[in-house]
């Protein structure tokens, strides 16, 4: 059973905000600037106080399906207990195993994984449940390989990936590092 987790919406939007300060900064040295914590607290007043986030660990099993059976069934339960995202481990649908992950990647070049991101991204859609999963994910467009989070949205909609910077010694066989920080929204 996932454990639920409340957060404040106003240190969520305040993160994001000045995330997104920090890389696109526009504001002319001249203009007086409005305190990101007073815009993040406007912006939240309406919202509900707390986002519930779902902290979901499960067990590796030998094949992608088993481990996507899985993942739906913490996804079922985490939106059941009234949580708003779910968040899986590192390698979620594969296995954290670099034997496991190059089978499923040899499967049309990683289609065994996008179907069941497919999968996953259906049942976000119907328990209207966000989700950050962890996933290899082979990019067509350069050949390579990251080991991702992928964000899915409440509406089934990849909002995005996040390729993990920093490689370690069990990812660098499988897995290029990715390039920069970004952030999603839900």
Not at 122 to 147: M, S
Request: charge should be positive.
């Amino acid at each position: 059973v996932p454990q639920l987790i409340m957060v404040p919406r106003a240190s969520l939007t305040l993160a994001r905000r000045i995330l997104a300060r920090c890389a696109t900064s526009t504001t002319p040295p001249n203009k007086p600037r409005t305190s990101p914590f007073r815009r993040a607290h406007t912006a939240t007043r309406s919202a509900k106080p707390t986002l519930v986030v779902a902290a979901s660990q499960i067990q590796p099993h030998a094949t992608v399906q088993e481990n996507v059976n899985a993942i739906l069934t913490q996804m079922k339960d985490a939106a059941r207990q009234g949580a708003e995202v779910i968040v899986l481990p590192e390698a979620a649908i594969t296995g954290y195993d670099e034997g496991a992950i190059l089978r499923a990647m040899a499967e049309g070049d990683g289609e065994t994984v996008r179907e069941a991101e497919a999968v996953i991204a259906e049942a976000c859609r119907t328990h209207k449940l966000a989700a950050i999963v962890g996933t290899p994910y082979y990019d067509e467009t350069t050949g390579a390989v990251y080991n991702s989070a992928t964000v899915i949205g409440p509406d089934g909609r990849v909002a995005g990936r996040q390729h993990k910077l920093q490689l370690v010694s069990t990812d660098v066989g499988w897995s290029r590092p990715g390039s920069k920080i970004q952030v999603f929204n839900l």
